[in-house]
């Protein structure tokens, strides 16, 4: 099973609502990613959590905020986006970094801030 | 710092064309070279993983090279199908951080019934 699940497929909010993505893989990986996608463009890197500890963060806004509650599942809350904000929001997980080391990307969620 | 560029941005074929797909970066420290598969609106999938000790990895119809020295890595698509036609990305981890894969733009790719 290479799978990484993420709820939910599609999410419109508000600028003053509070909602929470969510990521789950049982692969048994210990690394776990968000990345931020905008149309046309490649990925790029939110956080990482290696252990369940957050270990790279690249300067997020603070409504961003993520979690990894355990070694499965990641969620990252979301408070006072902007319009800017909408993008496609993808999670990946990985074994921790060496050579053979694969990312697995779930199938994302795409946000709509209104 | 890592930097990854592939070069073209689209590329349109017939169907059961050959064809290759171009990602370079430069820093050759790199260990390892991973390329994905993205449909429009979708996430993303993996295909091959290229190690730092491999030159080459096959899967079915794709094969993808790695060459350390010129900073090179291609992705070969044989006998091409309309179903192939997709953004195909490459990435690398960042210099000094394993942990942070840096991509390419991607090429978009359209293979024509």
């Known amino acids: 099973d290479t799978e990484v699940t993420q709820t939910p497929k599609h999410l419109v909010m508000g600028m003053t609502n509070k909602k929470s993505l969510k990521c789950e893989q049982h692969?048994?990986?210990?690394?776990m990613y968000w990345y931020k996608q905008k149309a046309k463009k490649p990925p790029e890197l939110m956080f990482v959590?290696?252990?369940?500890?957050?270990?790279i963060n690249e300067s997020v806004p603070s409504r961003f905020s993520p979690e990894c509650p355990n070694s499965s599942l990641l969620n990252l809350h979301l408070h006072a986006l902007q319009p800017e904000d909408s993008a496609l929001y993808l999670c990946?997980?990985?074994?921790?970094?060496?050579?053979?080391?694969?990312?697995?990307f779930g199938q994302g969620t795409r946000l709509t801030v209104v | 710092k890592q930097e990854v560029t592939q070069i073209p941005a689209a590329l349109s074929v017939p169907e059961g064309e050959n064809l290759v797909l171009n990602c370079s970066f430069t820093?050759?420290?790199?260990?390892?070279l991973q390329w994905f598969r993205q449909d429009p609106g979708k996430g993303l999938t993996s295909l091959l993983l290229?190690?730092?000790?491999?030159r080459e990895q096959t899967s079915g119809r794709l094969n993808a090279s790695l060459d350390k020295s010129s900073g090179r890595s291609t992705l070969y698509i044989a006998a091409s199908q309309p179903g192939d036609s997709a953004t195909y990305l490459c990435?690398?981890?960042?210099?000094?951080?394993?942990?942070?894969?840096?991509f390419g733009s991607g090429t978009q790719l359209t293979v024509l019934p």
């Open positions: 990946a997980s990985s074994q921790l970094p060496g050579q053979d080391t694969e990312a697995f």
């Open positions: 990435a690398g981890p960042q210099s000094g951080s394993a942990r942070q894969l840096t």
């Open positions: 820093d050759s420290a790199i260990y390892n």
């Open positions: 959590y290696s252990y369940e500890k957050l270990s």
């Open positions: 692969m048994g990986h210990r690394a």
């Open positions: 290229i190690q730092s000790s491999q």
